[in-house]
């Protein structure tokens, strides 16, 4: 049962124009969602995060995006650029029975972003 | 200091060695992680720590047993491997475990190979 879907495994993008990564989780209880980047050889790197409780973060050129009622959230990358060329993981957390959270990632299967100069 | 490191960086052992995968941090961090990590797959979580205790052990067979020595250091031993444990062994940690709002920062992680 996989709880958190990236349902792209690949997106190619011209350099200067948006990246838009999806994500999709099945688990109400998530209340924490992170996206890593993460480059061949290399420990995924943490990028941006969001919590239940706002619709939008925004870091710089990453802007992610949450849609509770569609259990669903985006990664806006703007103006793409070659070195952002990796594969990104969505990942979510919830709490556990009593209101404290696990702790536990759960992760998605990665979509590979190739940016094109 | 915001780096988790990882040592050794590639390791290739046969089914009946004994190994041990090394993990640091000098962040502070209380919650440390092991992950596993097979190619085109996301990382598996493993074994948390958390305040130098067990706190989640993944149905992990007996042939991985972690340690953790102290609030820096996260260890993985491993023996009589099986060839399918080829994989990428990540290191993380973060603040606490038990915190919906803090993130795991990971190390470069070990490529071990099982022949």
């Known amino acids: 049962d996989q709880q958190v879907k990236q349902n792209s495994p690949s997106l190619s993008v011209q350099e200067g124009r948006i990246s838009i990564l999806n994500c999709d989780y099945t688990?109400?209880?998530?209340?924490?969602f992170l996206w890593y980047k993460k480059y061949p050889a290399e420990g995924p790197t943490f990028l941006i995060s969001?919590?239940?409780?706002?619709d939008k973060n925004e870091d710089g050129r990453f802007t992610v995006f949450l849609n509770k009622s569609a259990k669903h959230l985006s990664l806006h990358i703007v103006p793409s650029q070659p070195g952002d060329s990796a594969v990104y993981f969505c990942?979510?957390?919830?709490?556990?029975?009593?209101?404290?959270?696990?702790?536990?990632?759960?992760f998605g299967q990665g979509t590979i972003l190739t940016v094109h100069p | 200091d915001t780096e988790v490191t990882q040592t050794p960086k590639h390791l290739v052992m046969g089914m009946t060695n004994k190994k041990s995968l090394k993990c640091e941090q000098h962040m502070g961090h209380r919650a440390m992680y092991w992950y596993k990590q097979k190619a085109k797959k996301p990382p598996e979580l493993m074994f948390v720590?958390?305040?130098?205790?067990?706190?989640i052990n993944e149905s992990v067979p007996s042939r991985f047993s972690p340690e953790c020595p102290n609030s820096s250091l996260l260890n993985l031993h491993l023996h009589a491997l099986q060839p399918e444990d080829s994989a990428l062994y990540l290191c993380?940690?973060?603040?606490?475990?038990?915190?919906?709002?803090?993130?795991?920062?990971f190390g470069p992680g070990t490529r071990l190979t099982v022949l």
């Open positions: 993380a940690s973060s603040q606490v475990q038990f915190s919906s709002y803090n993130e795991q920062f």
């Open positions: 969001i919590s239940s409780i706002k």
């Open positions: 688990n109400s209880m998530f209340d924490y």
């Open positions: 990942a979510a957390t919830h709490r556990a029975a009593g209101g404290t959270s696990y702790g536990k990632l759960t």
């Open positions: 720590y958390s305040y130098e205790k067990l706190s």
